[in-house]
Every structure is written in structure tokens, then in C-alpha cells.
């Protein structure tokens, strides 16, 4: 079946510095792409998105960088403060599956 | 505009009880899907309820069921609680089914079978 991993379970970075996350995906009709962000204690919360038909796509201090022929997803997250120390997941969809596949997820921590 | 919100926040209960979680969406999203969050498993998917039907479902035992309101708000049942239910549910809405849209996901209803 479909599966979404992640490399690296935790990631510890220095305060100021920038992040990436990256994430494997073995669907090749997967169209669909989002990035989530969850905090102890609360549900995701959605970051950003990317359609298939893109490689890169901004947000604020955040870019999603999206390599179909290697199945590659990737999050970096510029000048990362103390706020951003969550689980960060992502997410896949296909046109022809109705549902999301979560990858395990990616523990960033943010030190001082 | 109010997100997406699920209660209760917190249950305990005992092993073959049953447990209704409940969820509202945001409004104007008709779309409700549920999923199971553990440590072990990660998210994992049960049902997608979109005009009160059942669009999918996932690999969970026939104890887990749903349904939808025609106000779009959902409820899950979990009949004969076992020991491994113990988990956050998780509720996400989306304005439909399907589709390059994201869900927006609610802060959970943490559940605990002692």
C-alpha cells in the first residue's frame, strides 16, 4: 500500500538557524502534498500545501520543495524560533484515493 | 471563523464499555474524516463522512463507527473498549470530499481505557 516516511525522527536545531524536514512518499499517483505542524497537547495544524504540477511552493518564513522523480518532499523553515519545536508530518493524497496518508513524523527541537 | 471543534477533550473509561466522541467542523465544511493517533501507529485513518454518508474507511474493526448530521457535525462510537483504544481521536474537516483541498484538523479527544 501507500506508505509516507520520514528520515530523520528528531532534528535538534540552533535557534536563528534554518530547518528542513524532509519526507519520502512510494505512491507515484500521489498529486497532493500538505505539511502539518502539531504541538503537544493539540491537534495538527495545517502549514502548507503543494499540487504535484509545482516544485516549490512559499509561505511565510516556510517553502515546500516537492522532487517527483526521486518521490521527495521537503519543508525548511527559515530562522527557526523556539515556536517552531513540534511533530512535523507529512501528508499525501492521490486522485485516485480518497484519503490522506500520514507519514510517522519528525520531532524538531529548537534550542535557545 | 470558529475551528474546528471536538468534545470532550478528555475521557476515561473501562474495558467493554462504549465511548461517542463528537465534532463539529468549520463552518461550512461538509467533509469529516476521524483518525486514531498513538504513539506506536502514528495517524492512522477511519472513516470520511461527506452529506451524511460514509465515503471510505479505514482498517479498523467494526466496533469503530460513525455518522454524520445534516449539519455536518459527526460523531464517532466505539463499542466494547479493549485496552488498545487507548488513543488521541483526531476529527479533521475539509468544505467537501476529496479533492487537492487540506483538512483542518481539531485538538483531539483523548481517550483512556483503563
Known amino acids: 500500500g501507500e506508505s509516507v516516511g520520514l528520515h530523520l525522527p528528531t532534528l535538534s536545531v540552533q535557534e536563528g538557524d534554518n530547518s528542513i524536514i524532509n519526507c519520502a512518499y512510494s505512491?507515484?499517483?500521489?498529486?497532493?502534498f500538505i505539511w502539518y505542524k502539531q504541538e503537544s497537547g493539540k491537534g495538527p495544524q495545517f502549514i502548507i500545501d503543494i499540487r504535484s504540477n509545482m516544485d516549490k511552493r512559499q509561505g511565510q518564513r516556510v517553502t515546500v520543495l516537492l522532487n517527483k522523480t526521486v518521490k521527495h518532499l521537503s519543508l525548511q523553515i527559515a530562522a527557526t524560533q523556539p515556536g517552531d519545536s513540534a511533530v512535523y508530518f507529512c501528508a499525501e493524497r492521490g486522485y485516485n484515493f480518497n484519503k490522506f496518508y500520514f507519514g510517522s513524523g519528525t520531532k524538531l527541537n529548537v534550542k535557545p | 471563523k470558529a475551528g474546528v471543534t471536538q468534545t470532550p477533550r478528555y475521557l476515561i473509561k473501562t474495558r467493554g464499555q462504549q465511548v461517542t466522541l463528537s465534532c463539529s467542523p468549520i463552518s461550512g465544511h461538509r467533509s469529516v474524516s476521524w483518525y486514531q493517533q498513538t504513539p506506536g501507529q502514528g495517524l492512522q485513518f477511519l472513516f470520511e463522512?461527506?452529506?451524511?454518508?460514509?465515503?471510505n474507511k479505514g482498517n479498523f474493526p467494526g466496533r469503530f463507527s460513525g455518522r454524520q448530521f445534516s449539519n455536518s457535525r459527526s460523531e464517532m462510537n466505539v463499542s466494547t473498549l479493549e485496552l488498545g483504544d487507548s488513543a488521541l481521536y483526531l476529527c479533521?474537516?475539509?468544505?467537501?470530499?476529496?479533492?487537492?483541498?487540506?483538512?483542518?484538523f481539531g485538538d483531539g479527544t483523548r481517550l483512556s481505557i483503563l
Open positions: 463522512y461527506f452529506s451524511e454518508t460514509q465515503r
Open positions: 479533521a474537516s475539509s468544505l467537501y470530499a476529496g479533492g487537492n483541498q487540506p483538512q483542518h
Open positions: 505512491n507515484s499517483a500521489s498529486d497532493y
